[in-house]
Structure formats: C-alpha cells, structure tokens
T-cell receptor, first 111, second 114 residues
Framework: DAKTTQPNSMESNEEEPVHLPCNHS???????IHWYRQLPSQGPEYVIH???SNVNNRMASLAIAEDRKSSTLILHRATLRDAAVYYCILRRGNYGQNFVFGPGTRLSVLP | EPEVTQTPSHQVTQMGQEVILRCVPI?????FYWYRQILGQKVEFLVS????????KSEIFDDQFSVERPDGSNFTLKIRSTKLEDSAMYFC????????????FGPGTRLTVT
C-alpha cells in the first residue's frame, strides 16, 4: 500500500471547522482513501472513506484532490470529543484486508 | 449499536507464561483481526481471519502467536510464551462482508508482561 504523510499535530478551537490534510503522492488507481481516528484510551474508529469523489457522512467530509495525490478530512464543527489521533490510510481494493496505520495527526481541540 | 467486546481489559502476566486474549466480534461479521499498539507507538496489524483460517499475518505474528474461533462467537489470540516486548494494548476488530471499509475495533486488552 502507498504511503501517506500527515502533520504530526494540529490545534483547533471548539466549534470551528478543522481541515486535516493528507498527502499520498504515490497513490494508485485502486487505492481507497480511509480515515480512522483513535480517541484517548480507545480503539480506532472508522470516520470516512472514498475513492475519487468527495464524500460526506454524519461525522465528517472527505475532499479528494482531482489528481488524488492529496485529501483533506473536514470536521465541520470541532467539539472537545473530536480530540484524537486521526489516521489517513490507503488500502488497495476493498477486500477486507488489514489497515496499515501510520503515526497520524494528533488533533487538540481548545475550549 | 452493536460493538466488539474484549476481555480482560487488563492482563498482567510473567515472562514465559501463556496468555489468551478474548474477543467477541459483532455477531454477523465475517472478518476478524488482531492489532497491537505498544505504548506511545502506532497501531500494528498482527493477523486477519476469515472462513475459519488465517487470511493474512504480519512479521510480528510468529510461532508464539495463534488465533482461534472456538465457537460461533469468540475469537481468541494466544501468546504461548510471553516476552517483555509483548507488553502492549491488543485490539480485536471485525467487519461484515458488506462494508469491508469499516472495521469495528474493540476497546482493547492491555497486556503487561513482567
């Protein structure tokens, strides 16, 4: 699976939007972009995923660059509960394979 | 909402002892995984299990490790002879056959080897 690059940490104020970037310049045509997050002392949890088009769900939005070499996870209104490590993961195909987690971005939300 | 459960939440064992970590995946799920996370480090894949057999395993998953689905609900990870470096948080995950992008993780078992 291709590698992703994320900032080590980011800060946001509560109730403001947060844009978490991810670079994946070596992405292949069959790589899906997944975002997971890990709240303190918990297991990772699924946030969103996409292939080519932008995606929205109840938790977040995923904006994918036209060349697919980068993507941005958007939290529309950060809450204190959104403080977590956010992982951007590429996975080839969608066949139930494991995820390869990198160090992720540690998001702090300030009240 | 259905969830993956893991027991115990914390296990302390002496080096060289065998431990079994237990997981109850979500009931209609078909794919099962174990990951581990050493304190302060990234989440690492250990093994995946489908159709009653290992489908993929990492280099970490050596002969000291084994997995089993002894009945229709439990999924276990056994470490035969624990080492100090096995101390970590172990996460079980499962996914259905329909939404393979979404793995549901349990809360983890913290294993401390002394």
């Amino acid at each position: 699976d291709a590698k992703t690059t994320q900032p080590n940490s980011m800060e946001s104020n509560e109730e403001e939007p947060v844009h978490l970037p991810c670079n994946h310049s070596t992405i292949s045509g069959t790589d899906y972009i997944h975002w997971y997050r890990q709240l303190p002392s918990q297991g990772p949890e699924y946030v969103i995923h996409g292939l080519t088009s932008n995606v929205n769900n109840r938790m977040a939005s995923l904006a994918i660059a036209e060349d697919r070499k980068s993507s941005t996870l958007i939290l529309h209104r950060a809450t204190l509960r959104d403080a977590a490590v956010y992982y951007c993961i590429l996975r080839r195909g969608n066949y139930g394979q494991n995820f390869v987690f990198g160090p992720g971005t540690r998001l702090s939300v300030l009240p | 909402e259905p969830e993956v459960t893991q027991t115990p939440s914390h296990q302390v064992t002496q080096m060289g002892q065998e431990v079994i970590l237990r997981c109850v995946p979500i009931s209609n799920h078909l794919y099962f995984y174990w990951y581990r996370q050493i304190l302060g480090q990234k989440v690492e894949f250990l093994v995946s299990f489908y159709n009653n057999e290992i489908s993929e395993k990492s280099e970490i998953f050596d002969d000291q490790f084994s997995v089993e689905r002894p009945d229709g609900s439990n999924f276990t990870l056994k470490i035969r002879s624990t080492k100090l470096e096995d101390s970590a948080m172990y996460f079980c995950a499962s996914t259905s056959g329909l939404n393979l992008y979404e793995q549901y993780f349990g809360p983890g078992t913290r294993l401390t080897v002394t």
